[in-house]
């Protein structure tokens, strides 16, 4: 039996960090979500990161602790490559209404004030914040930048899998938030890099 590895103390607060902000949502917090937690910051310490993780490893760790390493990303503290995010159905839009309520309602604003159809409101969300899972930007701090990284990453990651449209469906998606949030309508909601969204 392999020795049980004792976590470090930043995972040991990053655990705890996670299941206060799971109560403090509302969210229930069992034994068994703190283990998966705890599972997935071992697997991860001991191949000395997540980025030194093979793609197999990576793919099981985040779909053994989905909520876990979701809230990770949506929060800014995972970074994952697009390839992942198209092979595992993580619902991240949900997630981040949750743990990111202002960044949220900022989002909604904007698409209340450019007419949004309420249907495409939670894509375009969920497309945002797939490019904070890929690039670590916080939602209400994506600009032309990152949107344009994560949707090369997106295109070339299906591309790779033989599904090229697949990924045009997420890129333009992508881009249809980009140009949302750029919109000049939408620009006195925009809270910028420098701006605090708590304060709108």
Not at 81 to 99: C, K, P, S
Not at 132 to 149: N, S
Request: include cysteine; hydrophobic fraction near 40%.
């Amino acid at each position: 039996m392999a020795a049980a590895v004792v976590l470090s103390g930043r995972d040991a607060d990053l655990v705890d960090d996670y299941l206060a902000a799971m109560a403090a949502v509302g969210r229930r917090t069992g034994r068994s979500t703190g283990q998966a937690a705890r599972s997935f910051c071992v697997k991860v310490q001991r191949a000395g990161g997540f980025e030194r993780m093979t793609r197999a490893r990576r793919l099981d760790a985040v779909s053994k602790a989905r909520a876990f390493a979701s809230w990770l990303m949506v929060t800014g503290q995972l970074r994952v490559d697009a390839d992942l995010l198209g092979r595992l159905d993580l619902r991240l839009g949900g997630v981040a209404a949750n743990y990111c309520p202002d960044a949220h309602r900022w989002f909604v604003e904007v698409c209340d004030q450019i007419m949004t159809r309420p249907a495409d409101v939670s894509i375009q969300w969920n497309a945002l914040v797939k490019i904070t899972a890929i690039t670590g930007t916080p939602p209400d701090q994506v600009g032309d930048t990152e949107f344009a990284t994560a949707r090369s990453a997106i295109v070339a990651a299906y591309v790779a899998r033989d599904l090229p449209d697949s990924g045009r469906g997420m890129a333009s998606t992508s881009t249809a938030s980009s140009s949302h949030c750029s919109t000049p309508g939408a620009s006195a909601a925009w809270p910028g890099p420098s701006s605090d969204p708590r304060s709108r």
